[in-house]
């Protein structure tokens, strides 16, 4: 199994509040993402990292912020968590090439109140 | 709009037969495909993967058909096994534009199958 852990594996937080997830890896894969499952939508994409301070959005980005000043970790950021954003979230990694394989971490499940 | 899909959201098979999981895109640029399995409480995890350039994968139990006229893969899966039961998620990359070369992924909403003994 690919080196990934992800932090905390369950929070619950009331709207309004700020939370931050984490995503950490120990296989120094440049490639890293956060994605979303939620009922009937499957996995999308909030946003990836291409590599140390390179990040961009991905499919529903809205309300969320990343960071990532090493190649370890990954950090989701929700300024001001919603109801909407009760999720769970899964952090990817992989290694390089856009057909590399992305391996997941076990999620963190968010119950926002 | 879903550029993945998967229209069946259950399947139930004997121990033992074939489980054929189905998936269909739309984005013609779609060139590398894989199959994840999810069991409650767990991420994701890789089962098997095909490009485009192929149109058959095999590995042990499990076979990933492509259909790339048709838009069309599916998984095999033979014989199944109880621990086989979990969400199986499609999903695609490729279809980059504007140079990206990241391999986003595309997922299909899963089909939850259930291997009864």
């Known amino acids: 199994d690919a080196g990934i852990t992800q932090s905390p594996r369950h929070k619950v937080t009331e709207t309004g509040t700020p939370v931050t997830l984490r995503c950490h890896q120990t296989e120094n894969h440049r490639y890293m993402y956060w994605y979303r499952q939620d009922p009937g939508h499957g996995l999308r994409l909030i946003h990836y990292?291409?590599?140390?301070?390179?990040?961009d959005k991905g499919e529903v980005s809205d309300g969320y912020s990343v960071s990532r000043s090493k190649t370890e970790d990954f950090l989701l950021t929700l300024e001001s968590a919603t109801s909407s954003q009760t999720s769970v979230y899964f952090c990817?990694?992989?290694?390089?090439?856009?057909?590399?394989?992305?391996?997941f971490g076990p999620g963190t499940r968010l119950t926002v109140l | 709009d879903q550029q993945v899909k998967q229209n069946s959201p259950s399947l139930s098979v004997q121990e033992g037969r074939i489980s054929i999981l189905n998936c269909d895109y739309t984005n013609s640029m779609f060139d590398y495909f894989l199959w994840y399995k999810k069991y409650p409480a767990e991420g994701p995890t890789f089962l098997i993967s095909i490009s485009s350039i192929k149109d058959k994968n095999e590995d042990g139990r499990f076979t990933v058909f492509l259909n790339k006229s048709a838009k069309h893969l599916s998984l095999h899966i033979v014989p199944s096994q109880p621990g086989d039961s979990a969400v199986y998620f499609c999903a695609a990359s490729g279809g980059s534009t504007g140079g990206s070369t990241l391999g986003r992924l595309y997922f299909g909403r899963g089909t939850q199958l259930t291997v009864w003994p």
């Open positions: 990817a990694i992989s290694r390089d090439s856009r057909t590399d394989t992305q391996y």
């Open positions: 990292s291409y590599g140390v301070k390179d990040t």
